[in-house]
C-alpha cells in the first residue's frame, strides 16, 4: 500500500463544474504539499498545508491531520486547469524534507 | 518561473554512456533535492543536498550521483546508463524560512 493515495486516478468534467480531488496518507507528516504538472512536464506548488484550509483563487485545499486526508477543490472549472494534481506530503523525519508523492489525478476539463 | 534553472532540458543518449544534470537552485536557497519521475513508478525522491552536504538519500541507485558545490548548485551524474533510467529528472530547491518546494522544468532522459 502506498504511503500516499488519491482518488480518482482520472477525472473529465465539464467547464464551470465543481471538482474534488481526495488525497489520503498512512505517515506521519509536516506538511502536505498539492502540486500541478502541465502536459509540458513542469511542476508548479499550488499550496503547503500543516492544518486547517487554504485557498487561491478559484482553488481551496483543505486538510484533516486526525483523519490523515487532504481534498482539493478547484471552483468554476475551466479548461485551463487541464493538468495532473498531484498530493506529496513531508515526513517526519529530522533530515530534511523530502517529498513522498501520491499516482497523480489526471484532469481533463472539456469546454 | 520557479527562479530553480535546469539544464539541459532534453538529453539523448545511449545504453552504457554517463550523463550529468544540473542545477542551479533559487537564490539564496541551501536545499536542493533530486527527483525522478518515471512513467512505471511515478515520481520518487533521489537525494537531497544542504549547503553543500548530502543530507538525506532516497531510492538512488549506485550508478547515480549527486554533489553540490560551494556555489549551491548541483550536479547529478548518472552512469552505465540503461533503458529503464528514462525519466524526467527534477530538481527542487526550499529556503530555509519556509517549506514551499521550487521545481524547475526538469532534464528530460531519453536512453537508446
Request: charge should be negative; hydrophobic fraction near 30%.
Given at each position: 500500500?502506498?504511503?500516499?493515495?488519491?482518488?480518482?486516478?482520472?477525472?473529465?468534467?465539464?467547464?464551470?463544474?465543481?471538482?474534488?480531488?481526495?488525497?489520503?496518507?498512512?505517515?506521519?507528516?509536516?506538511?502536505?504539499?498539492?502540486?500541478?504538472?502541465?502536459?509540458?512536464?513542469?511542476?508548479?506548488?499550488?499550496?503547503?498545508?500543516?492544518?486547517?484550509k487554504?485557498k487561491?483563487?478559484?482553488l481551496i485545499a483543505?486538510?484533516?491531520?486526525?483523519?490523515?486526508?487532504?481534498?482539493?477543490h478547484?471552483?468554476?472549472?475551466?479548461?485551463?486547469?487541464?493538468?495532473?494534481?498531484?498530493?506529496?506530503?513531508?515526513?517526519?523525519?529530522?533530515?530534511?524534507?523530502?517529498?513522498?508523492?501520491?499516482?497523480?489525478?489526471?484532469?481533463?476539463?472539456?469546454? | 518561473?520557479?527562479?530553480?534553472?535546469?539544464?539541459?532540458?532534453?538529453?539523448?543518449?545511449?545504453?552504457?554512456?554517463?550523463?550529468?544534470?544540473?542545477?542551479?537552485?533559487?537564490?539564496?536557497?541551501?536545499?536542493?533535492?533530486?527527483?525522478?519521475?518515471?512513467?512505471?513508478?511515478?515520481?520518487?525522491?533521489?537525494?537531497?543536498?544542504?549547503?553543500?552536504?548530502?543530507?538525506?538519500?532516497?531510492?538512488?541507485?549506485?550508478?547515480?550521483?549527486?554533489?553540490?558545490?560551494?556555489?549551491?548548485?548541483?550536479?547529478?551524474?548518472?552512469?552505465?546508463?540503461?533503458?529503464?533510467?528514462?525519466?524526467?529528472?527534477?530538481?527542487?530547491?526550499?529556503?530555509?524560512?519556509?517549506?514551499?518546494?521550487?521545481?524547475?522544468?526538469?532534464?528530460?532522459?531519453?536512453?537508446?
Open positions: 500500500k502506498n504511503e500516499v493515495e488519491q482518488s480518482p486516478q482520472n477525472l473529465t468534467a465539464q467547464e464551470g463544474e465543481f471538482i474534488t480531488i481526495n488525497c489520503s496518507y498512512s505517515v506521519g507528516i509536516s506538511a502536505l504539499h498539492w502540486l500541478q504538472q502541465h502536459p509540458g512536464g513542469g511542476i508548479v506548488s499550488l499550496f503547503m498545508l500543516s492544518s486547517g487554504k487561491h483563487g478559484r483543505t486538510i484533516n491531520i486526525q483523519e490523515k486526508h487532504s481534498s482539493l478547484i471552483t468554476a472549472s475551466h479548461p485551463r486547469d487541464s493538468a495532473v494534481y498531484i498530493c506529496a506530503v513531508s515526513g517526519q523525519e529530522t533530515s530534511g524534507s523530502r517529498l513522498t508523492f501520491g499516482e497523480g489525478t489526471q484532469l481533463t476539463v472539456n469546454p | 518561473d520557479s527562479g530553480v534553472t535546469q539544464t539541459p532540458k532534453h538529453l539523448i543518449t545511449a545504453t552504457g554512456q554517463r550523463v550529468t544534470l544540473r542545477c542551479s537552485p533559487r537564490s539564496g536557497d541551501l536545499s536542493v533535492y533530486w527527483y525522478q519521475q518515471s512513467l512505471d513508478q511515478g515520481l520518487q525522491f533521489l537525494i537531497q543536498y544542504y549547503n553543500g552536504e548530502e543530507r538525506a538519500k532516497g531510492n538512488i541507485l549506485e550508478r547515480f550521483s549527486a554533489q553540490q558545490f560551494p556555489d549551491l548548485h548541483s550536479e547529478l551524474n548518472l552512469s552505465s546508463l540503461e533503458l529503464g533510467d528514462s525519466a524526467l529528472y527534477f530538481c527542487a530547491s526550499r529556503g530555509t524560512g519556509g517549506n514551499t518546494i521550487y521545481f524547475g522544468e526538469g532534464s528530460w532522459l531519453t536512453v537508446v
